[in-house]
Each structure stands twice: as C-alpha cells, then as structure tokens.
C-alpha cells in the first residue's frame, strides 16, 4: 500500500474517532456515573478492540481477494451496499439505543463490534481499500498463496485504521468529561449521525464510480 493509502485509512480512523456512535460517548456517560476518569480510560480499550474486529473483517477480506475480477464485484456489492445502508440511515427516524452501562470488557468489546457493524465501519474503507491497483489472477496456486499475505495486509489496515480511531476518540472523551458533559452533545448527536448516513451514501457512490 501506498503512504496516500495509510494516511487515509488512518483519517477515516480519526473520523469514527470523533463519531460519538462509535463509543466514546459510552465511555464518557460511564465515567461520569462512576465519578471516575479512569472508568472512563478503562472503556476505550475494549471499545476499540470491538471496532478493531468490526474493520478488519471487510479489511482482510477485500485485500485476501486482489484480483481485478474479485476487486470490482467487491466494489460493485460495497458500492450498492454502502449507498442502500446509508440511504437507509439517512431515512430512518430510529436511533441505535445505549446498551446499559454495566458491561464487562468482553460485553463492551461485543457491543462495540455490533455498532461498529451496524454503523457501516468497515464498509467506510472500501473506496480506499479498493483504489490500491489490483493485479491479474495468475495460476491457481499462486492466487491461493497470495491470499494470506493479502488478509495480512487487510489487518495491517484495520490496525493503523483503529490505532487513529482510539488516539482521536480518546481525546474527544477526556474533553468532554472535563469540560462539557454529556448534556451539551444531544443536538450535537442528531446531526453527527445524519453526516455519518450521508458520507455512507458518497462512499459508496465514489465505490461505483470506481468499478466503472
């Protein structure tokens, strides 16, 4: 992958960073009913690791599968899907409800993994993912011993990926747990989630733009 390729994936990290669906706002509402910062710290680890495992399922599989045939069915399924999740984020008059705030690591972990998913996380890194030159399928062997380097490389990505997404979700939770609260951010929620549906929409449409 190309250095344009990393700083992107880890740019998307720092924009699910600040995307408080993603689970710092879970890890701020948790410190201030402790009345502790370092309940707060204690979240984020498990958070990430959910949102680490939610990437770096699309991540590996897309990167395992860098044939120019598999590479554009990829995108034109991403593609579709991104813009069909997003239009239906955008739509829908529901909002993900907050799990109750006494989880375990491993129950934080798994609640995030859901959100992550749910959100379309992973799905946010196919247009980069898939702009990385694709190469032609050569013999059979060959393609089968070149699809475990790939699904490295795809878990190398969801690594730099969350590595960001932890450094900017961390430092967005301490500012409000020290400054603001958690009753400043219930206008800010509605349209963070909105922005998140619409930059589904384009990333699936800067996807199929791509595959044609």
């Given at each position: 992958?190309?250095?344009?390729?990393w700083?992107?994936?880890?740019?998307?990290?720092?924009?699910h960073?600040?995307?408080?669906?993603?689970?710092?706002?879970?890890?701020?509402?948790?410190?201030?009913?402790?009345?502790?910062?370092?309940?707060?710290?204690?979240?984020?680890?498990?958070?990430?690791?959910?949102?680490l495992?939610?990437?770096?399922?699309?991540?590996?599989?897309?990167?395992?599968t860098r044939?120019?045939?598999?590479s554009?069915?990829?995108?034109?399924?991403?593609?579709?899907?991104?813009?069909?999740?997003?239009?239906?984020?955008?739509?829908?008059?529901?909002?993900?409800?907050?799990?109750?705030?006494?989880?375990?690591?491993p129950?934080?972990?798994?609640?995030?993994?859901?959100?992550?998913?749910?959100?379309?996380?992973?799905l946010?890194?196919?247009?980069?993912?898939?702009?990385?030159?694709?190469v032609?399928?050569?013999?059979?062997?060959?393609?089968?011993?070149?699809a475990?380097?790939?699904?490295?490389?795809?878990?190398?990505?969801?690594g730099?990926?969350?590595?960001?997404?932890?450094?900017?979700?961390?430092?967005?939770?301490?500012?409000?747990y020290?400054?603001?609260?958690?009753?400043?951010?219930?206008?800010?929620?509605?349209?963070?989630?909105r922005?998140w549906a619409?930059?589904?929409?384009?990333?699936g449409?800067?996807?199929?733009?791509?595959?044609?």
């Amino acid at each position: 992958m190309t250095g344009v390729t990393w700083a992107a994936l880890a740019g998307l990290g720092a924009f699910h960073g600040v995307n408080p669906a993603m689970g710092w706002l879970f890890a701020v509402a948790r410190g201030l009913q402790e009345r502790r910062r370092a309940a707060l710290l204690g979240a984020l680890p498990p958070i990430a690791a959910g949102h680490l495992a939610s990437v770096a399922v699309v991540a590996a599989l897309v990167t395992a599968t860098r044939s120019a045939t598999a590479s554009t069915a990829v995108a034109i399924g991403g593609g579709v899907l991104l813009v069909g999740f997003g239009l239906w984020r955008l739509l829908s008059e529901r909002h993900f409800r907050w799990a109750g705030m006494r989880l375990s690591p491993p129950q934080l972990a798994a609640w995030s993994f859901l959100m992550s998913s749910a959100h379309g996380a992973g799905l946010m890194l196919l247009p980069v993912l898939l702009a990385e030159p694709s190469v032609d399928a050569g013999p059979h062997a060959g393609h089968l011993a070149a699809a475990p380097a790939g699904a490295l490389t795809g878990l190398a990505a969801a690594g730099v990926h969350t590595v960001a997404m932890l450094g900017v979700a961390s430092a967005v939770a301490l500012l409000v747990y020290q400054v603001f609260g958690v009753g400043v951010l219930r206008r800010a929620w509605f349209n963070v989630d909105r922005l998140w549906a619409g930059v589904l929409v384009a990333a699936g449409v800067v996807t199929l733009i791509g595959a044609t």
